[in-house]
C-alpha cells in the first residue's frame, strides 16, 4: 500500500511561470490536505478538499493559488505567475473517512522560483 | 480559533538525558492532539495521539506525551535521548467541524549532543 506520493519532489520555476504540484493520496483516503512550509518556519494550513470538493480554502492565498481533487487522478495545487516568495516545501497529507484526523503525509514539493 | 504554541524554537539535550518538548494549545471543544517529526528534507512522521482516555500516551521511538486539560498542555518526552532523536518537532490540534483540519505550532528544533 504506497504512502502519499507528491511529485514532482523539486520543481524550479522562473518568475511568471505556471507551477502544478500533484498529490495522490493514500488508497482509500478521500480526504486531502495542502500546508506550505517556508525556510524555518512551520506549516501553514492552506486549503482541505474532498473529491470534488473544497471544504475549507481559508489558508488559501486569494489570488494565483487554486486546488482541486478530481473524482478522477490526483489533487492539484495550481499557483499561477510565481514569485519569489512562493518558494517553499508544499506538503500533501490524506486521510481516512471514518478517521479524518489520521493524517499520513506525503514527501513534499520543493518549489524554488527563480 | 484553535491555535498551537510551542514556546522553545530550540532544546539542547545531551545523550541519555531525559528530554522535553513543550505544546500548549487554545480550542474550543475536545482536542485532537498530536505529535509528528520531521527528519531533513522529508515530510511529517507521526508519533503519537491524544483522542480520549488514559492522560498519558506512549509513541513511537519511545516518546510520550501527557496530556494536561486543566493547563491545555501536551508536552512530549523521553527518558533517554538519542542524538538520531535529532529533528524538527510540531505539535498540532484538530477539531472536528464537519471534518477535521489540523493546525500545526510553529515547530522545535531539538539537537541531541552526544
Known amino acids: 500500500n504506497a504512502g502519499v506520493m507528491q511529485n514532482p519532489r523539486h520543481l524550479v520555476r522562473r518568475r511568471g511561470q505556471e507551477a502544478r504540484l500533484r498529490c495522490s493520496p493514500m488508497?482509500?483516503?478521500?480526504?486531502v490536505y495542502w500546508y506550505r512550509q517556508l525556510p524555518e518556519e512551520g506549516l501553514k494550513f492552506m486549503v482541505y478538499?474532498?473529491?470534488?470538493?473544497?471544504?475549507?480554502e481559508s489558508g488559501m492565498p486569494k489570488e494565483r493559488f487554486s486546488a482541486e481533487f478530481p473524482k478522477e487522478g490526483p489533487s492539484i495545487l495550481r499557483i499561477q505567475q510565481v514569485v519569489r516568495g512562493d518558494s517553499a516545501a508544499y506538503f500533501c497529507?490524506?486521510?481516512?473517512?471514518?478517521?479524518?484526523?489520521?493524517?499520513?503525509f506525503g514527501s513534499g514539493t520543493r518549489l524554488t522560483v527563480v | 480559533a484553535q491555535s498551537v504554541a510551542q514556546p522553545e524554537d530550540q532544546v539542547n539535550v545531551a545523550e541519555g538525558n531525559p528530554l522535553t518538548v513543550k505544546c500548549t494549545y487554545s480550542?474550543?471543544?475536545?482536542?485532537?492532539l498530536f505529535w509528528y517529526v520531521q527528519y531533513p528534507n522529508r515530510g511529517l512522521q507521526f508519533l503519537l495521539k491524544?483522542?480520549?482516555?488514559?492522560?498519558l500516551v506512549k509513541g513511537s521511538y519511545g516518546f510520550e506525551a501527557e496530556f494536561n486539560k486543566s493547563q491545555t498542555s501536551f508536552h512530549l518526552k523521553k527518558p533517554s535521548a538519542l542524538v538520531s532523536d535529532s529533528a524538527l518537532y510540531f505539535c498540532?490540534?484538530?477539531?472536528?467541524?464537519?471534518?477535521?483540519?489540523?493546525?500545526f505550532g510553529a515547530g522545535t528544533r531539538l539537537f541531541v549532543k552526544a
Open positions: 480550542v474550543s471543544g475536545n482536542p485532537y
Open positions: 497529507a490524506s486521510s481516512p473517512p471514518e478517521e479524518s484526523w489520521g493524517y499520513t
Open positions: 478538499l474532498q473529491k470534488e470538493n473544497i471544504i475549507d
Open positions: 491524544y483522542i480520549t482516555g488514559d492522560n
Open positions: 488508497k482509500g483516503h478521500s480526504h
Open positions: 498540532a490540534v484538530s477539531l472536528n467541524t464537519g471534518g477535521f483540519k489540523t493546525i
